[in-house]
């Protein structure tokens, strides 16, 4: 029962604000090699402290699902950062005043705008090979983010983005 009430949860959080990732990698990577990963230590999220915990958690149960495992000595590193910004205002209501005559016109336009500014966040995905190439694999995710969330809502809504975060590891070729 609460799995079916979790999974609703993570739908219900996951369909009101769409989740955008855009993906990038360098070409020659043979990303079969990479087995084990590890984060930086010196890590800055971004994040609150709840906020980078359920992340990094998220993190570790969708990596093991791929195979990949947790280790001192990784074959690659995690670097995670994150921005929140607030959405231009799209929603308005106009309202006009205006007059013509023989070729002659004029008007007046006022905007007003409908709702709250929406809050929206943004987080890098950085995998990193220390032992040869560097940065092999980013993601960039970018979804709406509502700071006064449930533990719940919020743990629900990390997990959402992982998830679709890591649908492009390791890439298609």
Known sequence: MKFIRTCLLVLLVASCAPI?????YEKQTDF??????????DIESG?????????????????????????????FYIDITSSE???????SVGVGVGGSGRNVGGGISIG?????????????????????????WQ??????????????QKEARIKAIVDKVLKG???KN
Do not use: C, M
């Not at 359920?54 to 570790?60: Q, S, W």
């Not at 500014?117 to 987080?123: D, N």
């Not at 970018?142 to 719940?152: L, Q």
């Open 47 to 75: 994040l609150s402290e709840f906020d980078t915990k359920r992340l990094l958690n998220a993190l570790d149960e969708a990596l093991s699902i791929k195979g990949l495992t947790f280790s001192d000595n990784p074959d």
């Open 85 to 91: 910004f607030q959405n231009a205002q799209r929603n």
């Open 139 to 152: 993601a960039v995710s970018e979804s709406g983010y509502n700071p006064n969330a449930t533990p719940e």
């Open 32 to 41: 079969t090699k990479y087995k084990t990963y590890n984060y930086y230590s």
């Open 112 to 136: 007003l705008p409908i709702g709250q500014p929406k809050l929206s966040r943004q987080i890098v995905f950085d995998f990193h090979d220390e032992n040869s190439i560097g940065l092999f």
């Open 20 to 24: 955008h990732v855009n993906y990038d």
């Open 169 to 171: 590891y390791p890439p």
